[in-house]
């Protein structure tokens, strides 16, 4: 598990990723956020990853910043997760768990806010030896 952020009002944990099928390249992790509201979850679908590793890894890489919003998302838009660089080198990550197709009912959103360079490596690193497992 990786866990996002330490303090209310959310805190996010992402499962190892599974593949389905050995011949197959879809992987798949739960997403689980929970705070003194409640928790939602849902099972996010990727092609062998749809890069989120490689997202985390280039946001870590480019620590002294960017202009603008990066924005990542899995296969079915299950999980969306966007950017931004703020002065004083920090990272602000938006997280944004859908319900799966066709009932769509509901949509979580959250921010969780990282340093730039050392937190933010942490957080790629996490991610991507969850990734290397799969």
């Given amino acids: 598990m990786v866990q996002v952020g330490d303090s209310e009002p959310a805190r996010l944990l992402l499962s190892e990723a599974a593949r389905r099928y050995e011949d197959e390249p879809t992987l798949d992790f739960l997403v ?3 705070g003194p509201w409640g ?3 849902t099972s996010v679908e990727t092609w062998d990853g749809d890069g989120l590793d490689t997202f985390l890894a280039s946001l870590a ?3 002294r910043g960017w202009e603008g919003v990066r924005t990542w998302h899995s296969l ?3 999980l969306t997760l966007s950017a931004e660089h703020h002065p004083g080198g920090h990272v602000q ?3 944004v768990i859908r319900d799966r197709a066709p009932s769509e009912e509901w949509q979580f959103e959250t921010n969780t806010v990282h340093a730039a ?3 933010m490596r942490n ?3 996490s991610v991507i030896r969850q990734a290397q497992r799969a």
């Fill in 32 to 34: 689980r956020a929970h």
């Fill in 39 to 41: 928790k939602v979850e």
């Fill in 61 to 63: 890489e480019d620590f």
């Fill in 76 to 78: 079915c838009y299950d």
């Fill in 93 to 95: 990550l938006t997280w």
């Fill in 117 to 119: 360079g050392e937190d």
């Fill in 123 to 125: 957080l790629a690193g």
